[in-house]
C-alpha cells in the first residue's frame, strides 16, 4: 500500500515563503500527474496547483504568479513553492499523487497546515 507524506507546512508572516513537499512512502514507478489542494475552514477544497508527467502545469487564479508547483522525477517528489503568501492562503494543504501503473487512482495524504497571519 503506498501512501502519501506531505511536509513543509507551518506558520508564516504575510509576504512571506513556504516550500510544500510530497512524496510516496514507498518506491514507486513514476508520477503521472501530481497535484496540491487546500482546504480553508468553513470551504470547499480547490485544486491549487497541478503537474503532469509531460511537465505541463496548473495554478488556480488566486496563486498564479505566486506559487510554483515542480516534479522531481529521481526522487518522484513534487512540490509547491509559495511566495508572497496572505492570509487567505491559510488551509490546510493536501498533495495527490496519481501513481504510474496504478490504473489512474489518486492517492491522497493527510494535509499539512500553513497559517499566514497578517
Known amino acids: 500500500q503506498v501512501h502519501v507524506v506531505e511536509s513543509g507546512g507551518g506558520f508564516v508572516q504575510a509576504g512571506g515563503s513556504l516550500r510544500l513537499s510530497c512524496a510516496a512512502s514507498r518506491v514507486i514507478p513514476g508520477i503521472n500527474v501530481g497535484s496540491w489542494y487546500r482546504q480553508a475552514p468553513g470551504k470547499s477544497r480547490e485544486l491549487v496547483a497541478q503537474v503532469t508527467s509531460a511537465g505541463a502545469t496548473y495554478y488556480a487564479g488566486s496563486v498564479k504568479g505566486r506559487f510554483s508547483i515542480s516534479r522531481d522525477n529521481i526522487r518522484n517528489t513534487v512540490y509547491l513553492q509559495m511566495n508572497s503568501l496572505q492570509p487567505e492562503d491559510t488551509a490546510v494543504y493536501y498533495c495527490?499523487?496519481?501513481?504510474?501503473?496504478?490504473?489512474?487512482?489518486?492517492?491522497w495524504g493527510q494535509g499539512t497546515q500553513v497559517t499566514v497571519s497578517s
Open positions: 495527490t499523487l496519481v501513481i504510474a501503473g496504478s490504473g489512474g487512482a489518486g492517492y
